[in-house]
């Protein structure tokens, strides 16, 4: 069949309005831009962004005032915008994470406003010193395991720090840097510098309180990071801060570092200095986990030990109840995965969730809340911290019985046949 020359252009003037109806379709508006689906090329150069200040005592507009005046693009990042309103100088503008029903999603997704290739994470107070975020870029890019450059704001040096995240452990743990200023996190006030496609990248690029959540996560993933002795100034101090406001800003924070580290699925950091803050659960709270099945709790399944708040429980609880039984006379020992435990590590098993006693039938009686237990008896062993509890006096020979041969060489989870040691961890 052939067209005609009416035919053709019928065909022709079809296609074009159908083309233009499709473009109209795709804008969000009227003379309206086509929506984004990946973020734009990044250029050459550095955003800063300023993410971690509070809304009711800050120094923003002069952080921004003094590196947009560089000049470099600035970005100040909130969940909602500061109030009392922060005046920002030309160059610098407000970013919204929050989604709003009156506002387009892309609006709120910050890779989608940073366009240079790097961007540096500036803390509250910081002011520019012209050329060194320049030196910082050269450092990134020297082309070592360097994924992050820090230097710090004020006069105070940054104390570099070494940092093994453990998630099967639920923990993070802090000690001395390595050599050569290689540093797992740092200490004191920094200007953070990385690129912008590692940034955003991360799981939780801007959660607060910003390094530290960029510390953990870089970790996770063995980058390096790299610190200049080169400052940036620090604002002159201000005023004091009114108790209120102090008190105000050390509830947010803390708050923040324990929303933080939920979301990081960390429930204990162990400091530098050996002090540790603990995330996870107590007596006043429900426990970490919920009713487990075929011997084997959820968090097993998804790669993760027993949470160290409910370990402690567990070894707190232990102490407790041979206390208890031996105030009442009641012949006790070790049992099971507890005496597993004690024989191959000292301590409870790091994936176990319960303790096992055993105690005479006879001696039930002598604690009310013990009248109708059943078990059977012998020897002892003593833990790390030295604490005494029974145990059959040929603990070895007693676990191969229960366990089969090679038991307290040979780990492996409660239940094999649901999740082997080793598999997919």
């Given at each position: ?182 540093c797992g996190a740092v200490e004191g006030a920094a200007v953070l ?233």
């Open positions: 069949m052939r067209l005609t020359p009416c035919q053709a252009a019928l065909a022709g003037a079809i296609g074009l309005n159908l083309l233009l109806l499709y473009c109209a379709w795709l804008r969000p508006g009227r003379g309206g831009p086509p929506p984004r689906c990946r973020p734009p090329r990044e250029a050459p150069g550095v955003t800063v962004l300023l993410r971690d200040f509070e809304d009711f005592e800050n120094d923003v507009a002069g952080t921004a005032r003094s590196f947009a005046a560089l000049p470099l693009p600035v970005l100040v990042a909130a969940e909602a915008a500061p109030y009392p309103p922060v005046p920002l100088p030309a160059g610098a503008r407000l970013l919204l994470l929050r989604p709003a029903p009156d506002r387009p999603p892309r609006d709120s997704r910050p890779e989608l406003h940073v366009r240079t290739r790097h961007v540096a994470l500036v803390p509250d107070g910081a002011r520019a010193r012209p050329g060194l975020l320049e030196r910082m870029r050269a450092t990134l890019e020297a082309g070592d395991d360097a994924r992050v450059v820090a230097a710090p704001v004020g006069t105070e040096p940054l104390r570099c720090l070494g940092l093994r995240v453990e998630l099967r452990e639920w923990t993070a743990r802090y000690g001395p840097g390595g050599p050569g200023g290689a510098l990385l690129r912008t496609r590692d940034l955003f990248n991360l799981s939780f690029p801007l959660a607060r309180p910003l390094p530290t959540a960029l510390f953990v996560q870089a970790a996770l993933r063995g980058w390096g990071l790299r610190v200049l002795p080169e400052a940036f100034p620090a604002a002159p101090p201000a005023l004091p801060a009114s108790p209120h406001n102090r008190w105000k800003a050390e509830s947010l924070a803390g708050a923040r570092r324990r929303r933080l580290m939920r979301e990081l699925g960390i429930k204990r950091e162990v400091l530098a200095d050996g002090r540790e803050r603990w995330y996870g659960c107590g007596k006043d709270t429900a426990r970490c986990f919920g009713t487990v099945h075929a011997r084997t709790p959820q968090y097993l399944l998804a790669g993760r030990w027993t949470p160290p708040c409910c370990l402690r429980a567990l070894r707190e609880t232990a102490r407790h109840v041979a206390e208890a039984l031996e105030a009442a006379g009641v012949r006790y020992w070790l049992e099971g995965g507890s005496l597993l435990g004690a024989v191959r590590l000292r301590d409870v098993i790091p994936w176990d969730y319960d303790v096992d006693l055993g105690i005479y039938r006879e001696d039930a009686g002598k604690c009310r809340w013990l009248r109708e237990v059943e078990a059977a008896g012998g020897g002892a062993v003593e833990d790390a911290e030295g604490f005494t509890a029974m145990a059959p006096n040929n603990a070895r020979a007693f676990l191969e019985l229960k366990f089969g041969p090679g038991a307290v060489e040979n780990p492996e989870y409660p239940n094999p046949a649901v999740k082997r040691l080793g598999q997919g961890d």
